[in-house]
């Protein structure tokens, strides 16, 4: 049986990655070394629970919402279509998506940027509409990806789109890393750590190939 091709859309992790503007760095160290008294390395990480590719949590908008260690896992897991915005302006809207594609979808992932800024933080990303979320929820979506670092502009203080996940309960992943993925139909797996208290998680997320 022929392997499945693996598209591994994670951000690299590490203290020089770019961040949402006013968040603490990402730290790396070893607390202890292989040598004469030791026989393995030992390492410490301190970074913000939103770093890089991501899951927002429910709590994360909803001071009554679940934190990522009590998150179901089935919407992190499983057939998503990937669907090319990157055309749309400041934010994605209805009529920049191909709605007959997402039909019958359960999870979308949303690509916008021609290639993604690995090397320094984006403050003009695209955002997704709130109307846009509304329609997918009723659609029958239960996850929304984006390669943007978030759903709403950096400077909203309304969080419009967020808070139309949460009218849904659904639920959502940032910062993907969808530089060479055509559009289409996949498996998705980017499951959050179970994160006691945290509004959100740092993900490995991949896309696999669908079996034919």
């Given at each position: 049986?022929?392997?499945?091709?693996?598209?591994?859309?994670?951000?690299?992790?590490?203290?020089?990655?770019?961040?949402?503007?006013?968040?603490?760095?990402?730290?790396?160290?070893?607390?202890?070394?292989?040598?004469?008294?030791?026989?393995?390395?030992?390492?410490?990480m301190s970074l913000p629970l939103h770093t890089g590719t991501h899951g927002d949590a429910p709590l994360h908008y909803d001071p009554a919402g679940i934190a990522s260690d009590q998150c179901e896992l089935e919407p992190y897991l499983g057939p998503c279509i990937v669907v090319d915005a990157r055309h749309a302006g400041d934010s994605v809207r209805e009529n920049d998506l191909d709605w007959a594609a997402i039909?019958?979808?359960?999870?979308?992932?949303?690509?916008?940027?021609?290639?993604?800024?690995?090397?320094?933080?984006?403050?003009?990303?695209?955002?997704?509409?709130?109307?846009?979320?509304?329609?997918?929820?009723?659609?029958?979506?239960?996850?929304?990806?984006?390669?943007?670092?978030?759903?709403?502009?950096?400077?909203?203080?309304?969080?419009?789109?967020?808070?139309?996940?949460?009218?849904?309960?659904?639920?959502?992943?940032?910062?993907?890393?969808?530089?060479?993925?055509?559009?289409?139909?996949?498996?998705?797996?980017?499951?959050?750590?179970?994160?006691?208290?945290?509004?959100?998680?740092?993900?490995?997320?991949?896309?696999?190939?669908?079996?034919?």
């Amino acid at each position: 049986m022929r392997a499945r091709r693996i598209w591994d859309i994670s951000q690299r992790i590490h203290p020089d990655i770019p961040l949402w503007p006013g968040e603490p760095p990402v730290e790396v160290s070893r607390h202890a070394e292989m040598g004469p008294d030791c026989p393995v390395n030992i390492g410490a990480m301190s970074l913000p629970l939103h770093t890089g590719t991501h899951g927002d949590a429910p709590l994360h908008y909803d001071p009554a919402g679940i934190a990522s260690d009590q998150c179901e896992l089935e919407p992190y897991l499983g057939p998503c279509i990937v669907v090319d915005a990157r055309h749309a302006g400041d934010s994605v809207r209805e009529n920049d998506l191909d709605w007959a594609a997402i039909e019958g979808a359960r999870r979308v992932v949303i690509r916008t940027y021609e290639r993604f800024p690995h090397e320094e933080w984006d403050s003009d990303f695209t955002a997704i509409s709130a109307s846009v979320i509304a329609r997918l929820r009723d659609e029958g979506v239960q996850l929304i990806g984006t390669d943007a670092p978030s759903l709403d502009p950096e400077t909203s203080k309304t969080m419009d789109a967020h808070h139309e996940v949460k009218a849904g309960d659904m639920r959502i992943l940032e910062g993907l890393v969808l530089d060479d993925v055509p559009p289409g139909e996949y498996e998705l797996i980017a499951l959050p750590l179970a994160i006691a208290g945290a509004d959100a998680s740092p993900v490995r997320a991949i896309l696999r190939e669908l079996t034919t």
